[in-house]
T-cell receptor, first 112, second 113 residues
Framework: GENVEQHPSTLSVQEGDSAVIKCTYS??????FPWYKQELGKRPQLIID?????GEKKDQRIAVTLNKTAKHFSLHITETQPEDSAVYFC???????????FGAGTTVTVRA | ETGVTQSPTHLIKTRGQQVTLRCSSQ?????VSWYQQALGQGPQFIFQ???????GRGNFPPRFSGLQFPNYSSELNVNALELDDSALYLC????????????FGQGTRLTVV
């Protein structure tokens, strides 16, 4: 089955700096890669996703890049703000198998 | 349009007991998946239901079972509870099995003592 690894497990950044989270996946058939943000005690919320026919996608301060050859994808948050503090999960899935395989999560802390 | 709702929010059970968790899918969504999220880990896929039938299952034993109803709401049943079943149980709904975007509920925190 699909194995998703996520690094780092914790990330502390100064407000205004950038944060980068990296994930690798094992199944070359995976073609959908969402990122979820989970604040303490709340539901995971989709913040951005990318499909395998696209190399990069951006939404305001958030961007995701995908390298299919290397089987890794990354989340970039620029100009971090205190409200960006949360646990971020990457995930992967493939057409015809709609389960999401999640990474272990990255706890991001933005220091004021 | 209503979101995904789960009940109860918290639950404490004794080892060996049985539990039923409930999920109401988002309006217009006919596919529901269940995930188990242990403390400090990412969610793990349990199974998925589409049009009242299970159409995908993760690496969970048969004592984890489910149902989906004609209104697309769903139940997760766990028999013979073990201490390791303590976790946050999340359900997620989709517009359909061909749609990949999943919307999660707030979860049910199950504690087995």
């Amino acid at each position: 089955g699909e194995n998703v690894e996520q690094h780092p497990s914790t990330l502390s950044v100064q407000e205004g700096d950038s944060a980068v989270i990296k994930c690798t996946y094992s199944d070359s058939a995976s073609n959908y890669f969402p990122w979820y943000k989970q604040e303490l005690g709340k539901r995971p919320q989709l913040i951005i996703d990318i499909r395998s026919n696209v190399g990069e996608k951006k939404d305001q301060r958030i961007a995701v890049t995908l390298n299919k050859t290397a089987k890794h994808f990354s989340l970039h948050i620029t100009e971090t703000q205190p409200e960006d503090s949360a646990v971020y999960f990457c995930a992967a899935s493939k057409l015809g198998d709609y389960k999401l395989s999640f990474g272990a999560g990255t706890t991001v802390t933005v220091r004021a | 349009e209503t979101g995904v709702t789960q009940s109860p929010t918290h639950l404490i059970k004794t080892r060996g007991q049985q539990v039923t968790l409930r999920c109401s899918s988002q309006s217009g969504h006919n596919t529901v998946s269940w995930y188990q999220q242990a403390l400090g880990q990412g969610p793990q896929f349990i199974f998925q239901y589409y049009r009242e039938e299970e159409n995908g299952r993760g690496n969970f034993p048969p004592r984890f079972s489910g149902l989906q109803f004609p209104n697309y709401s769903s139940e997760l049943n766990v028999n013979a509870l073990e201490l390791d079943d303590s976790a946050l149980y999340l359900c997620a709904s989709r517009v359909g099995p061909m749609n990949t975007e999943a919307f999660f509920g707030q979860g049910t925190r199950l504690t087995v003592v």
